[in-house]
């Protein structure tokens, strides 16, 4: 998959984008444009979203460090691209943003579940600690996230517009 000098330019930027807006609102947890900007750069460019994301990913653990936590990000943000790869092109306009904003609430909703798997296995928990681990964050953290994806999913279709309008240019 080649990439023109104006995706490289772009991608880094929607990448930094991604990094500089979670950094911006780490004092709210788990309340963040992650989501809304995977989803909005998958319905545009597809399998090129990956660049911008694990752009997001690496700069990420450049920042706060290449840890055990970190692992996990580099696919959990992958599901919500796969979730949302999969979902049908050509939607109808009233039904879109509707699938969109449900599938980014979900994922913030399913976090803890997501992540679990890695911490499981990096920390040696069985099943049932595990279960206990992802019990308990899910009030508040991944109802925060869950509810948060939600409600700014409605920047979703904007961000999209504006992204397909820059691709015309």
């Not at 309340?31 to 694990?54: D, E, F, N, S, W």
């Not at 919500?80 to 979900?106: D, F, Q, S, T």
């Not at 279960?131 to 920047?155: K, M, R």
Request: net charge positive.
């Amino acid at each position: 998959m080649k990439l023109k000098i104006r995706e490289i330019v772009l991608f880094g930027m929607l990448g930094g984008l991604m990094f500089a807006l979670k950094l911006a609102m780490e004092s709210l947890p788990n309340i963040h444009l992650v989501g809304v900007l995977i989803v909005a750069i998958t319905v545009v460019y597809r399998m090129k979203a990956l660049y911008p994301l694990y752009l997001f990913v690496f700069i990420f653990g450049l920042y706060y460090g290449f840890s055990v936590w970190w692992l996990p990000y580099l696919y959990i943000w992958t599901v919500l691209w796969g979730a949302v790869m999969l979902l049908p092109k050509n939607m109808p306009p009233k039904v879109a943003p509707i699938v969109y904003i449900a599938v980014c609430g979900l994922h913030g909703f399913l976090f803890g579940a997501l992540y679990a798997p890695s911490q499981a296995l990096l920390m040696g928990l069985n099943f049932e600690q595990t279960l206990a681990w992802i019990a308990a964050g899910i009030f508040p953290y991944d109802i925060i996230h869950g509810i948060s994806n939600t409600i700014c999913g409605v920047l979703i279709m904007p961000i999209i517009n504006v992204l397909r309008l820059a691709d015309r240019i």
